[in-house]
C-alpha cells in the first residue's frame, strides 16, 4: 500500500515537472518570437507652429539599433520604413554596440534608408566606448547621412520649414571631464542658436535629460536609451533603464514637460541584457500636423 501511494506522488510530481518544463519552453519561445517581431507605434502631433503646407509630414524614428538584423540585409526593418514613406529618417544613437562592434552591418541599414528619405543621426553611448567612431562617422558623411552632434539644420527650406537640432551623446565628454551627463548636457545645447518661432526637434539619445531639454522650449525631443526597461510588466512598466535606476519613469512612449513634447523608442536591438520581455523592438513613425 506504501509503494503504491508513493508510486502516485512521484507520477504527480512527473507531471508537475512536465508542465513546469512545457511552460518554460513556450515562455521562452514567446521572448525569442517576440524579439524578432518589429512593433510599429504611431505618434500625432499637432502645433500651431506646424505651417498646413506640411501637413501630415512624416517622421520615422529608430534607435537602439545595436547592429541587430530583422532578415536578410535587413530587409524586413527596411521594408516598415519604405511603407511608412518617410519624409525625414531620424536616428537617435547607438547605431552600433559596443561589445559586438560591426560597423558595416551599421552602414548598410543606413545606406538602405537613405535610398528612402534623408537620414539624421545622433552618436549614443554606445558610439563613444569604440575607438572605431571616427571611422564611423566619416564613412556615415560619406554615404550622405547628416550627422548631427551639436548642430542644427533645416531639412528642407522650402517644403519643410523644421529647425532640426542634434547632441552629441555626453559620454564623449564624460569620459575626459568626469562632469555629469546634465551639466555636460547644458553646456552642448548652449552652444545652439534659438529660434522661438520656430517649430523645433531635438535629437538626444537620453530620455532622462527632459526637464532640460524643456528648459530650452524644444517642441519635440525623440529619445532612446533606455530599451523599453527591458522588461516590461503590465501597469507597471519597464523594470530597469541606464541612468534612470530601477522602474524608471522615461523610457516608452509620449511624455509632455511644459510646452516640451518627447517620444521615446523603445528601441530596436539588446545589449548587455541579450533578450527583451513583454517588450518587442520598436519603429516609431510620426505625423506632424498643424493645429485645428
Known amino acids: 500500500m506504501k509503494s503504491l501511494m508513493k508510486d502516485r506522488e512521484v507520477c504527480k ?112 553611448n554606445h558610439e563613444s566606448r569604440v575607438p572605431e567612431y571616427e571611422v564611423l562617422e566619416n564613412r556615415l558623411r560619406e554615404s550622405g547621412i547628416e550627422v548631427l552632434n551639436d548642430r542644427m539644420t533645416i531639412p528642407n527650406k522650402e ?30 545645447l548652449d552652444t545652439l542658436p534659438q529660434y522661438d518661432h520656430k517649430y523645433t526637434i531635438l535629437l538626444s539619445h537620453r530620455p532622462e535629460l527632459l526637464d532640460l531639454y524643456a528648459e530650452y522650449s524644444f517642441d519635440l525631443v525623440l529619445s532612446g536609451h533606455a530599451h523599453g526597461g527591458q522588461v516590461r510588466l503590465p501597469l507597471f512598466g519597464g523594470i530597469l533603464a541606464p541612468n534612470q535606476g530601477f522602474f524608471p519613469m522615461l523610457t516608452s512612449g509620449m511624455h509632455k514637460m511644459k510646452n516640451t513634447f518627447m517620444i521615446i523608442s523603445r528601441g530596436i536591438g539588446n545589449s548587455a541584457f541579450p533578450l527583451r520581455v513583454n517588450n518587442p523592438p520598436e519603429l516609431i513613425v510620426i505625423k506632424l500636423f498643424p493645429e485645428e
Not at 524578432?36 to 539599433?65: A, F
Open 159 to 188: 517644403a519643410a520649414p523644421i529647425y532640426l537640432y542634434g547632441v552629441r551623446d555626453p559620454a564623449f565628454t564624460r569620459r575626459k571631464s568626469g562632469e555629469s551627463e546634465g551639466i555636460i548636457m547644458k553646456k552642448q
Open 13 to 124: 510530481m512527473g507531471k508537475k515537472t512536465l508542465i513546469g518544463a512545457a511552460l518554460m519552453i513556450g515562455l521562452g519561445i514567446w521572448i525569442l518570437k517576440e524579439n524578432k517581431h518589429l512593433k510599429v507605434t504611431h505618434h500625432e502631433i499637432r502645433n500651431e507652429k506646424i505651417p498646413s503646407s506640411i501637413s501630415g509630414y512624416t517622421i520615422v524614428h529608430v534607435s537602439d539599433y545595436h547592429n541587430t538584423l530583422f532578415g536578410e540585409n535587413n530587409k524586413v526593418l527596411v521594408d516598415k520604413i519604405k511603407e511608412n514613406k518617410p519624409d525625414l529618417i531620424a536616428v537617435t544613437g547607438d547605431l552600433i554596440d559596443s561589445r559586438t562592434t560591426d560597423l558595416d552591418v551599421a552602414l548598410l541599414l543606413m545606406k538602405e534608408m537613405r535610398k528612402i528619405a534623408p537620414v539624421y543621426y545622433v552618436s549614443g
